[in-house]
Nanobody
Framework: VQLVESGGGLVQPGGSLRLSCAAS????????MRWYRQAEGKERELVAT????????GYADSVKGRFTISRDNARNTVYLQMNSLKPEDTAVYYC????????WGQGTQVTVSS
């Protein structure tokens, strides 16, 4: 299993970023995918979840209405569109799949600062 995140960077408050996670090594379309984040000095937290066909999504209260998770099963990729970013969204963002155990990518840094 390999998960490779991309799309992070430095953005001003109120800005947007789109994260991508390219997956391989498992049947992507058969598994729920998740995005987590971990801010410095804090525990890793669940941000968003998407079911296998993308028909159902869930979000942490802190990002509801601002973030959108989606997936393209033909491309084995899951996305996280982040709008109206706030300084408290600064963190390393990880995509995740549970297939007998948790698998994580290397993470992508998102920094929201003026």
């Amino acid at each position: 299993v390999q998960l490779v995140e991309s799309g992070g960077g430095l953005v001003q408050p109120g800005g947007s970023l789109r994260l991508s996670c390219a997956a391989s090594g498992f049947t992507f379309s058969s598994y729920v995918m998740r995005w987590y984040r971990q801010a410095e000095g804090k525990e890793r937290e669940l941000v968003a979840t998407i079911t296998t066909a993308g028909g159902s999504t869930g979000y942490a209260d802190s990002v509801k209405g601002r973030f959108t998770i989606s997936r393209d099963n033909a491309r084995n990729t899951v996305y996280l569109q982040m709008n109206s970013l706030k300084p408290e969204d600064t963190a390393v963002y990880y995509c995740n799949v549970f297939w007998f155990r948790n698998y994580w990518g290397q993470g992508t840094q998102v920094t929201v600062s003026s």
